[in-house]
T-cell receptor, first 118, second 115 residues
Framework: AQKVTQAQTEISVVEKEDVTLDCVYETRDTTYYLFWYKQPPSGELVFLIRRNSFDEQNEISGRYSWNFQKSTSSFNFTITASQVVDSAVYFCALSPPPSQGGSEKLVFGKGTKLTVNP | EAQVTQNPRYLITVTGKKLTVTCSQNMNHEYMSWYRQDPGLGLRQIYYSMNVEVTDKGDVPEGYKVSRKEKRNFPLILESPSPNQTSLYFC??????????????FGAGSRLTVL
């Protein structure tokens, strides 16, 4: 069975601090995809990144960076120089490989609530 | 604009009063799905549909029904709502049967309160 663990329920930082959100996943599949979504206070889900299991290159997008390590089954997310607008709930998710022509769902972690204080 | 539209966005209802949450996408997506979000539990899948007339249960289907008579619409039906169905509901779609290679597009969410 697939499982995603976000051990940090809530994190509070002061603006301009760097913060890392942890994500550990469990799967027996060799092919899978990992995702991060952001849920701001307004409630919508905003896609941030997708990574397939064969691509372990780290990725940087502005202040955001992601560290994918298959050896530790982790896909951590770092925000550099955090801003108040980064305050949100962040979800890590795992997609099993497709079956019968398609995969059924995303398996989500329980989310990490990040509060960035001015 | 490409989007997934859910209605209503907010609803307060009473136990037992049937309700439908509509979901419509304008991207000609084959795959659609419903999730519910509860504090401390993250998002859990209720039902999904690989295409028209093809639906299947997710992790928490009890108390819900769905239908997929048209490609663009995937309504979520609560025949007899109960307080434990108070939640934030999300509809999502993707272009082809979701394989992770696609990105799920989510609606804005529907916050339902059952008294």
């Amino acid at each position: 069975a697939q499982k995603v663990t976000q051990a940090q329920t809530e994190i509070s930082v002061v603006e301009k601090e760097d913060v890392t959100l942890d994500c550990v996943y469990e799967t027996r599949d060799t092919t899978y995809y990992l995702f991060w979504y952001k849920q701001p206070p307004s409630g919508e889900l905003v896609f941030l990144i997708r990574r397939n299991s064969f691509d372990e290159q780290n990725e940087i997008s502005g202040r955001y960076s992601w560290n994918f390590q298959k050896s530790t089954s982790s896909f951590n997310f770092t925000i550099t120089a955090s801003q108040v607008v980064d305050s949100a709930v962040y979800f890590c998710a795992l997609s099993p490989p497709p079956s019968q022509g398609g995969s059924e769902k995303l398996v989500f972690g329980k989310g990490t609530k990040l509060t960035v204080n001015p | 604009e490409a989007q997934v539209t859910q209605n209503p966005r907010y609803l307060i209802t009473v136990t037992g009063k049937k309700l439908t949450v509509t979901c419509s996408q304008n991207m000609n997506h084959e795959y659609m799905s419903w999730y519910r979000q509860d504090p401390g539990l993250g998002l859990r899948q209720i039902y999904y549909s690989m295409n028209v007339e093809v639906t299947d249960k997710g992790d928490v289907p009890e108390g819900y029904k769905v239908s997929r008579k048209e490609k663009r619409n995937f309504p979520l039906i609560l025949e007899s709502p109960s307080p434990n169905q108070t939640s934030l509901y999300f509809c999502a779609s993707s272009a082809t049967p979701f394989s992770g290679a696609n990105v799920l597009t989510f609606g804005a969410g529907s916050r339902l309160t059952v008294l």
